[in-house]
């Protein structure tokens, strides 16, 4: 057995392991699932500032803290606290941070840089996912979530079996234009059965629609956090889920597809 094959193996034993878990919180809906987006967001951001593989500063903190609140601010009623509060706490506390801590002036800019972003990109990002649920109910989560995994599913296996022409070799050598035909196969198929079977208020061809903007946006956003890797010269965000590397590297396509697909329920229901 290969190295390639092996891995395969890692990845589909990880996800049946971690799948059940996820979609019955998804089914719970409410702060559970809060929790569970807050605790994936935190996560993401820590990976995301660690990137550069210097130690943990008082910024990377406040970023991993604010990605970790940012979902968590319309669950809890209290006045004031909402994600632009949050995300204002950061600026705030990482300039603190690096005007105190940073010794190298010419860093300063990029230690805040990365602490918003990190709190910003994975954490408002995937919060998209607690008003999709919290209007639309559960299948729409699904719709989204299968929309993006077949998408990456597809592309991989179109990608081994036909890829000959590279997508964007440049930040990915790996990718082909044949994978992402086969992943725009997936991720349109994948919509139009759920929209089918579970959800009957989404016409068949808003599910397409769903389905080609997920196979042009999911891919962007694995991109995305490929250049992120690339720049500080990291193959992986983390090694947190084996045979899928970081959290950061399984949730990259999903943070740029969430809100697109809470923007077509809004449009087209």
Known sequence: M???????????????????????????GGMPLALLISVATGLSALELNLLPGTALTGAAVVSTAGAFLIPLAPEIPFGGF??????????ILACADALVFEREIANAPRRVALAVLGAAYPGLLLASLLPLRRHWGEWWIVLALTV???NDTCAYFAGRAFGRHKLYERISPSKTWEGALGGAVGSV?????????WIPDLP???????GC????????????????KR??????????????????DRIDALLFNAPFVLLCARLLT
């Open 2 to 28: 290969n190295d390639k094959n092996r891995n395969l193996i890692i990845r589909v034993v990880t996800a049946l392991v971690l799948l059940p878990g996820v979609l019955w919180l998804i089914w719970r």
């Open 82 to 91: 909402t994600s632009a509060a949050v995300l204002s706490g950061v600026v």
């Open 148 to 150: 993006t995994w077949l």
């Open 189 to 197: 198929g994948g919509a139009l059965v759920v929209a089918a079977v």
């Open 204 to 210: 068949l061809w808003g599910a397409a629609v769903i």
């Open 213 to 228: 903007g997920a196979a042009v946006l999911g891919p962007v956003g694995d991109l995305s956090e490929s250049m992120l």
């Open 231 to 248: 720049a500080y010269g990291a193959k992986d965000s983390g090694r947190l889920l084996p045979g899928h590397g970081g959290l950061l």
